[in-house]
Nanobody
């Protein structure tokens, strides 16, 4: 089992920045993917971005150029730097890890972008 602990959500004004972090612990074998999803009220959960084991990153079109994902393979952490935040970025953000095909989710952290 892998446990995920997220931190860094909160309230920010439009145009501001936030950084989310997620630490994985427990019985980790070989992480294939670390990334972030988000779910806004009344909408389906969507991929924000992630990093596969080869270091290749993928982002949703809506966040390209504004969000950056980074991963520490030694500490098993993944971070999401969010810049130029917009009200439409408001959602619960979930850390997601795939370890040898098993999928794990964090508890979610609220990000609210509002003036």
């Amino acid at each position: 089992q892998v446990q995920l602990v997220e931190s860094g959500g909160g309230l920010v004004q439009p145009g501001g920045s936030l950084r989310l972090s997620c630490a994985a612990s427990g019985q980790i074998f070989s992480i294939d993917f670390m990334g972030w999803y988000r779910q806004a009220p009344g909408k389906e959960r969507e991929l924000v971005g992630g990093i596969i084991s080869g270091g290749i990153t993928k982002y949703a079109d809506s966040v390209k150029g504004r969000f950056t994902i980074s991963r520490d393979n030694v500490k098993n952490t993944v971070s999401l730097q969010m810049n130029s935040l917009k009200p439409e970025d408001t959602a619960v953000y979930y850390c997601n890890v795939v370890d040898l095909g098993s999928i794990y989710w964090g508890q979610g952290t609220q990000v609210t972008v509002s003036s």
